[in-house]
């Protein structure tokens, strides 16, 4: 069956440097990618999607890869801020094609320290 | 943007007793509707879809009779679960998908806390 890892429960980081994420998946080959952000005892807010052929997505400090030979995806947010602390799920769409039918991984739980 | 909005955000209950959970689509139609859990540091795990106008569709290992979902409107997807026991206690979240967006879009959640 499908597995995906976020390998870092946990990050800290200082303000001002690039967080880096890291997603992996196996036994899927996903159309799309998607990262959101959860903040404690909230619904997901989404983020950026990176589809199959595409290598790279920015959005303002955000970008996101996506490399389907290494089936991984790096998320990563530059100048990072305290605002920035919060959990980040990768997603991918459920078989099908159907990319609202989700499944997620556990999650890295991202601090920024001032 | 789209806006989903789920009520309540909070609840508590007694083992034994059923809650209901709602999940509106604001300013758009949705046909279709997701139900996930989310226990603590795990990932969201779907449990159902829901169609408006017919039964909705449960993930392997969701009990249907104990998880009922009703899509009635284009707007309303409800959760309610019976017979709720401690074990039942979690984060549950809806989402709903806009036609024209990529992305879906989710409600605020509910924690369901069973005493």
């Known amino acids: 069956s499908q597995k995906i890892e976020q390998n870092s429960e946990a990050l800290n980081i200082q303000e001002g440097k690039t967080a880096t994420l890291t997603c992996n998946y196996t036994n899927y080959s996903p159309a799309y990618l998607q990262w959101y952000r959860q903040d404690p005892g909230r619904g997901p807010v989404f983020l950026l999607l990176?589809?199959?052929?595409?290598k790279e997505k920015r959005k303002e400090r955000l970008k996101v890869t996506f490399d389907t030979t290494l089936k991984q995806s790096l998320f990563h947010i530059t100048a990072s801020q305290p605002a920035d602390s919060a959990t980040y799920l990768c997603?991918?769409?459920?078989?099908?094609?159907?990319?609202?039918?989700?499944?997620f991984g556990k999650g890295t739980l991202l601090t920024v320290n001032p | 943007g789209a806006v989903v909005s789920q009520h309540p955000s909070w609840v508590i209950c007694k083992s034994g007793t059923s809650v209901k959970i709602e999940c509106r689509s604001l300013d758009f139609q949705a046909t279709t509707m997701f139900w996930y859990r989310q226990f603590p540091k795990q990932s969201l795990m779907l449990m159902a879809t829901?169609?408006?106008?017919?039964?909705?569709?449960?993930e392997q290992g969701v009990e249907k009779d104990k998880f009922l979902i009703n899509h009635a409107s284009l707007t309303l997807s409800t959760l309610t679960v019976t017979s709720a026991h401690p074990e039942d206690s979690s984060f549950y979240i809806c989402?709903?998908?806009?036609?024209?967006?990529?992305?879906?879009?989710f409600g605020q959640g509910t924690r369901l806390t069973v005493v």
């Open positions: 990176i589809r199959e052929n595409e």
């Open positions: 989402s709903a998908p806009r036609g024209g967006f990529t992305e879906a879009f």
């Open positions: 829901s169609n408006e106008g017919s039964k909705a569709t449960y």
């Open positions: 997603a991918l769409d459920g078989s099908g094609g159907s990319n609202y039918k989700l499944t």
